[in-house]
């Protein structure tokens, strides 16, 4: 069976080297995943200086609010990577495909609310946060609606990689995206600016090459699934409503999706923020070329930190306290290890890196004092979301949403406004918050993780096991 044939030994391989076997196809999918955003980001930032600019302002004005909708799905797929990786080191794999199933039930009815809900907000709410860039607004919503439209596919795709980095397979899921992502690439300039036959639909056009490979995506995504290709077998009966099941999902996915919510929208009031400074549109398209950057790096360091969750939970589930202890050490020395050298890039080609997504002097000027500013702080965000995957692997999601809560709502926002529009030191003032922000969360999360609550795990000894 292919999942078989891909599994690490989680449970007794060379601790290092595992999380490295099971992290490195996450951080290549992490990355072609951005490649979506990266391709857009590109071609959009190259249409024309003022059209390009626009572009860019329009879709990072997008992205966090898209990004808020996931979140609250994504926190219920948490939920399911600790449900399936302990019932997994336990060897309940029947119980590991049930709790599979109430998880793609609940993605699929979610993500056509998700997606009727963004559909009808969007235009009030771009609006709204774009008082003074009625274009931009316009472009926005284009954009967005379309993205919105995708979310079903997306949600499903999702589905199948969190069970399968629950299951330990990280492989199968990278291929996949990489054949989605590839297609992207190629059409995406094709769409946007009418090459040969194809229309020339602009930032439409980003939108919509995005839209059909996801689709593609999330069809190969549900054959391997249901036709026991994979680890994980679903079955159509596996997703029939468990109300027990469901509210074991819920009650350990709500605090995570309050969390991961909560962050989103810290995300988009930051975004609020940043477009009431002066040079509002040039702030906008230097955060976005910055965060893209900033993006490829924080995936490579997910990588680690989903394998520290799939590691720390099945080991939780066969009752190796001991050893998840010792992966949550070497976990967290391997994540600041690669978040000094990250550090230490951003300082020495912080300019070239804006350059690559666009040459208008202030955005270049402004998006190489925002990587300066935040490589500070970058080993601290390493160590705060080594100590996340701790919980999301162990279920204990209620002190996650509390460190996700305090760094956004408690340290960033509010640093972020006063500095920048109460202090006036404008876009200044929102880096310096966001690197303050990661810096005292970290010792808030290590603070946390000391208590040792995480390894207490959430599944129960006596659960019916099913066998194959």
Wanted: proline share 3%.
């Amino acid at each position: 069976m292919l999942g078989d044939r891909k599994k690490p030994d989680i449970l007794n391989g060379d601790i290092v080297p595992t999380l490295f076997i099971i992290g490195w196809p996450i951080m290549i999918e992490s990355l072609l995943q951005i490649s979506y955003n990266l391709a857009d980001t590109y071609w959009l930032g190259n249409m024309g200086k003022e059209a390009g600019k626009e572009a860019l302002a329009a879709t990072q004005v997008s992205w966090p609010l898209v990004w808020l909708m996931l979140s609250i799905g994504t926190g219920f797929g948490i939920a399911a990577i600790a449900l399936v990786s302990q019932h997994t080191g336990a060897k309940q794999l029947g119980e590991a495909e049930l709790d599979a199933g109430q998880l793609y039930f609940f993605f699929i009815v979610f993500s056509i609310l998700v997606a009727s809900l963004g559909f009808i907000i969007t235009p009030y709410l771009l609006d709204y946060i774009l008082v003074d860039s009625p274009e931009v607004a316009s472009k926005g919503t284009i954009f967005m609606r379309t993205i919105f439209i995708s979310q079903p596919f997306m949600f499903m795709f999702m589905g199948f990689s969190f069970i399968l980095r629950a299951w330990g397979d990280t492989l199968t899921p990278m291929i996949i995206t990489a054949v989605s992502v590839g297609a992207n690439i190629i059409l995406d300039p094709l769409f946007i600016y009418g090459v040969g036959p194809f229309p020339e639909w602009g930032i439409f056009g980003a939108a919509f090459a995005t839209l059909i490979t996801r689709a593609a995506a999330a069809i190969i995504a549900l054959y391997l699934l249901f036709n026991g290709k994979v680890g994980i077998n679903l079955k159509l009966e596996n997703m029939k409503p468990d109300l027990k099941r469901l509210k074991k999902l819920f009650k350990i996915g709500a605090p995570a999706s309050i969390g991961n919510s909560g962050t989103a929208f810290g995300f988009v009031v930051l975004t609020i923020i940043i477009a009431r400074v002066h040079s509002s549109d040039a702030a906008l398209a230097a955060y976005n070329a910055g965060d893209r950057v900033l993006g490829v790096m924080f995936v490579l360091m997910g990588g680690l930190a989903i394998a520290m969750s799939t590691m720390v939970g099945q080991n939780l589930g066969a009752n190796k306290i001991e050893r998840a202890e010792e992966v949550v050490k070497k976990g967290m020395i391997s994540i600041g290890a690669l978040m000094g050298v990250f550090t230490i890039a951003l300082f020495l080609l912080r300019r070239e890196f804006i350059i690559i997504f666009n040459q208008d002097p202030e955005v270049i000027r402004l998006g190489t004092q925002f990587l300066l500013i935040f490589s500070l702080s970058m080993p601290f965000f390493g160590i705060f979301r080594a100590a996340n995957a701790v919980f999301e692997g162990s279920g204990h999601t209620k002190y996650m949403m509390g460190l996700d809560i305090l760094r956004l709502w408690g340290l960033r926002v509010p640093l972020a406004f006063i500095l920048a529009l109460y202090l006036g030191m404008q876009s200044t003032g929102v880096w310096i918050g966001m690197a303050l922000s990661n810096i005292i969360s970290a010792g808030a999360a290590i603070f946390v993780l000391s208590r040792g609550k995480w390894k207490e795990k959430i599944i129960q000894e006596d659960t019916v096991i099913k066998k194959r």
